[in-house]
């Protein structure tokens, strides 16, 4: 694997990371035939989307024939002129995944499906990323390996079991830093933004509908790696906001 390889997986994973939504392709299982739906995200550590579906939609219905199916995240909101902006296909499998903590994940960005998670027809389902298509603007277009776009996250056992503890914390004790984040690092919107998740790669932020997210300088592994960077962004968003 080429430095651009990793590069342009790197890219497309941040994109599908930073977006908390998109649009699912199935295969019906009457016919054949495309059909596509909305439905909200979030990531696992590696990059796998998440997804969060009852039994009883369509899209469920289909996978439970034929698990291939194509996501599209779309990165081009806000634009004048969307062509030009980023956007991805995820093409592979999804499959039921009970793991607790990619539950606990999902629900902190999407708070709403808590009242939901336990019902017995939905389940979460994790996609298996087989390739990717990038197109990041008029002529860059990209076919990007799995092994490209996936991060490994092997050695971030130590993060994960302390996300929830770390995102609570922040919001809890620390408002005052998230704002700013967002808002002097990221020119979001003033508002009552929040830590959803945290990440090897970065964390991510919501303030009602609006979602950020803020990429970490390092990757990191643990809690002590985390309040570090974490420590260093609030110091940076505060020598950005006093320019």
Same mark, same amino acid.
């Not at 694997?1 to 990371?17: P, Q, Y």
């Not at 808002?183 to 508002?191: N, R």
């Not at 970490?216 to 110091?235: G, P, T, Y």
């Given at each position: 694997?080429?430095?651009?390889?990793?590069?342009?997986?790197?890219?497309?994973?941040?994109?599908?990371?930073?977006?908390?939504?998109?649009?699912?392709?199935?295969?019906?299982?009457?016919?054949? #035939?495309?059909?596509?739906?909305?439905?909200?995200?979030?990531?696992?550590?590696?990059?796998?989307?998440?997804?969060?579906? #009852?039994?009883?939609?369509?899209?469920?219905?289909?996978? +439970?024939?034929?698990?291939?199916?194509?996501?599209?995240?779309?990165?081009?909101?806000?634009?004048?002129?969307?062509?030009?902006?980023?956007?991805?296909?995820?093409?592979?499998?999804?499959?039921?995944?009970?793991?607790?903590?990619?539950?606990?994940?999902?629900?902190?960005r999407h708070q709403d499906a808590e009242m939901y998670a336990g019902f017995?027809?939905? #389940?979460?389902?994790?996609?298996?990323?087989?390739?990717?298509?990038?197109?990041?603007?008029?002529?860059?277009?990209?076919?990007?390996? =799995?092994?490209?776009?996936?991060?490994?996250? #092997?050695?971030?056992?130590?993060?994960?079991?302390?996300?929830?503890?770390?995102? =609570?914390?922040?919001?809890?004790?620390?408002?005052?830093?998230?704002?700013?984040?967002?808002?002097?690092?990221?020119?979001? +919107?003033?508002?009552?933004?929040?830590?959803?998740?945290?990440?090897?790669?970065?964390?991510?932020?919501?303030?009602?509908?609006?979602?950020?997210?803020?990429?970490?300088?390092?990757?990191?592994?643990?809690?002590? +790696?985390?309040?570090?960077?974490?420590?260093?962004?609030?110091?940076?968003?505060?020598?950005?906001?006093?320019?």
């Amino acid at each position: 694997m080429t430095k651009n390889d990793r590069e342009l997986g790197e890219r497309a994973r941040h994109l599908v990371r930073a977006v908390d939504r998109g649009s699912l392709a199935t295969i019906m299982r009457d016919d054949g #035939s495309p059909y596509a739906s909305l439905v909200m995200l979030a990531t696992d550590f590696s990059g796998n989307p998440l997804l969060l579906i #009852s039994d009883l939609a369509e899209h469920t219905q289909n996978i +439970q024939i034929d698990r291939r199916c194509s996501l599209l995240i779309d990165g081009t909101v806000g634009l004048e002129t969307p062509l030009t902006g980023s956007r991805i296909t995820l093409n592979g499998i999804l499959e039921k995944y009970t793991e607790k903590q990619a539950m606990e994940r999902y629900i902190r960005r999407h708070q709403d499906a808590e009242m939901y998670a336990g019902f017995d027809d939905f #389940s979460l389902y994790c996609m298996t990323v087989e390739r990717v298509h990038m197109v990041a603007g008029f002529g860059e277009i990209h076919w990007i390996s =799995s092994d490209a776009y996936y991060f490994d996250a #092997s050695e971030t056992d130590e993060l994960a079991a302390a996300e929830g503890r770390i995102v =609570s914390h922040m919001n809890d004790d620390h408002k005052d830093a998230i704002r700013a984040y967002a808002t002097a690092l990221l020119d979001q +919107q003033a508002g009552e933004w929040q830590m959803t998740g945290i990440d090897p790669e970065g964390c991510d932020l919501r303030f009602a509908e609006n979602v950020a997210r803020l990429g970490f300088d390092r990757i990191i592994c643990n809690a002590d +790696q985390a309040r570090s960077e974490l420590v260093k962004l609030a110091k940076k968003s505060r020598k950005t906001a006093e320019k």
